[in-house]
């Protein structure tokens, strides 16, 4: 495969092989090495033959291989000529990440922190299958794909501040129950308010560092404060809601030859409005299930400091396409394990950040450093508005089982200093730090080419994961 470098941090497939535009990767040298050990090139190539595809197939410094899109991948299509692909938003729609601050320093977990990190993983119900306590009636499961976070505040699990911080404030527009299947209802419906396993997890973590004071305070962040990232998504709901309509896709229109995972219908076509709006739903259940988790963090953190508060910095999303414009042209977006990165003066920004940009979270492994970054005007000139959405796996799950056992990977952890409360040993494993890029050269990356710039670095103390 002919990759043009274009700078230290940009690289270029140029059109060939039926592709309708380039290929554009933001990546250094050190991320284009573990790149090329995977096909997420090859994917990149092929989401550039989809109809419609405007600009060129972008992937981030964070790319691998995926399904249909590598994760990472972001391409924006002509709403008329374009089409949807349940490939190029995953199966879990809307896994994304909360970040909270709280009124805790770093001294106060002191001495605590094993008893804290246990009481979580009691709190927040998590791994395969596993769901909350919160049992829904039809009609209240059909409310909740439609309000979003903005249902769970109005049910009592926390306070509008939290869904005027959130991507969408916390529900999408679009969202149609009826188009979501029975089955996939089903696998919803006792799930909200839990992790789920795989990647999720629930973090407590210090601000470490701070490269930009101002966005820092604007988005109330300091050195030595407490904060947390939630991250996780649509659950059983938003799966079953992908593999519906990626059947639904094959049946009607067939599959690409080059790449049957791409399966796809016309954005104006009836099945394509029909995915969309069930995908919006999938979208909402994610903001509902965070804010459910949210709220109870909150009451489990309680118990330690009576007077503990935590508000919601941002939520964003990185599985998902959205309808958005540029230079007064409306086109499909599709984010796949990509974070949306828009700069100053965006209507889409919370007003109180407006003046600075959209705060983008950037999560590493979970016994390496997290980030927070603020969008950019040149992102949205040259990326869609998009970023990384994470460190990005440098191993598949299958290859880290077989490169580190568990009792390496608990041993990695104790030395780092970090508590971790698992729900079954393959996850230790499969999330372990050895298994994923270096969260510092992708921000590093995103800084340098101007799609996402540093704002803060977090360091974990405890980590809470599937």
């Not at 995926?66 to 002509?78: H, T, W």
């Not at 009836?270 to 995908?279: D, I, P, Q």
Request: glycine letters at 12%.
């Amino acid at each position: 495969m002919d990759l043009k470098k274009i700078s230290d941090v940009e690289w270029e497939i140029p059109v060939e092989d039926g592709m309708l535009v380039p290929g554009r990767v933001f990546a250094s040298e050190e991320l284009i090495k573990n790149i090329k050990g995977d096909k997420s090139l090859e994917q990149i190539k092929n989401v550039a033959k989809l109809p419609g595809i405007l600009r060129a197939s972008y992937a981030m410094p964070d790319m691998h291989q995926g399904y249909g899109f590598p994760i990472g991948g972001v391409a924006a299509f002509d709403v008329d000529k374009g089409v949807i692909s349940p490939g190029g938003v995953g199966y879990d729609i809307n896994c994304s990440v909360r970040l909270l601050k709280t009124n805790l320093t770093e001294a106060d977990l002191k001495g605590k922190e094993q008893e804290i990190a246990h009481s979580l993983f009691r709190t927040i119900p998590s791994g395969v299958g596993r769901g909350g306590d919160l049992k829904l009636s039809d009609d209240e499961l059909d409310e909740v794909l439609v309000g979003g976070a903005q249902w769970a505040v109005e049910k009592g699990y926390g306070k509008d501040d939290d869904w005027k911080h959130i991507e969408d404030e916390g529900k999408l527009g679009g969202a149609e129950p009826k188009f979501v299947s029975g089955r996939a209802k089903g696998r919803g419906r006792g799930q909200l308010g839990s992790l789920g396993a795989g990647n999720h997890f629930l973090d407590v973590l210090i601000v470490d560092e701070v490269f930009d004071k101002r966005v820092a305070e604007i988005f109330g962040l300091e050195k030595g404060q407490v904060v947390m990232l939630i991250h996780c998504g649509s659950r059983g709901l938003g799966h079953q809601v992908a593999s519906d309509y990626i059947k639904a896709m094959e049946d009607e229109y067939g599959v690409p030859e080059y790449d049957r995972e791409l399966v796809n219908a016309p954005i104006k076509s009836e099945l394509g409005r029909k995915y969309l709006g069930a995908m919006n739903c999938a979208a909402n259940f994610a903001y509902a299930n965070k804010q459910l988790i949210t709220h109870f963090v909150r009451e489990n953190m309680k118990n330690y400091f009576a007077d503990f508060e935590a508000e919601v910095v941002y939520d964003i999303c990185h599985n998902i396409a959205k309808f958005e414009k540029f230079e007064d042209k409306e086109v499909l977006v599709m984010r796949k394990g990509a974070t949306r990165s828009f700069g100053p003066g965006r209507e889409e920004i919370p007003e109180d950040y407006r003046t600075v940009g959209q705060p983008v979270l950037l999560p590493g492994s979970m016994g390496t450093a997290s980030y927070v970054l603020v969008g950019t005007k040149k992102a949205e000139e040259i990326s869609w508005g998009s970023t990384a959405h994470g460190a990005g796996r440098a191993k598949s799950r299958t290859q880290a089982k077989r490169d580190i056992t568990f009792e390496e990977a608990r041993k990695d952890m104790a030395k780092r200093g970090i508590v971790v409360e698992f729900g079954g040993q393959k996850g230790m494993v499969e999330e372990s730090p050895f298994s994923y890029k270096d969260v510092d050269e992708v921000v590093r990356v995103s800084d340098e080419a101007g799609i996402g710039k540093r704002v803060a670095k977090l360091r974990p103390v405890m980590v809470v994961i599937g």
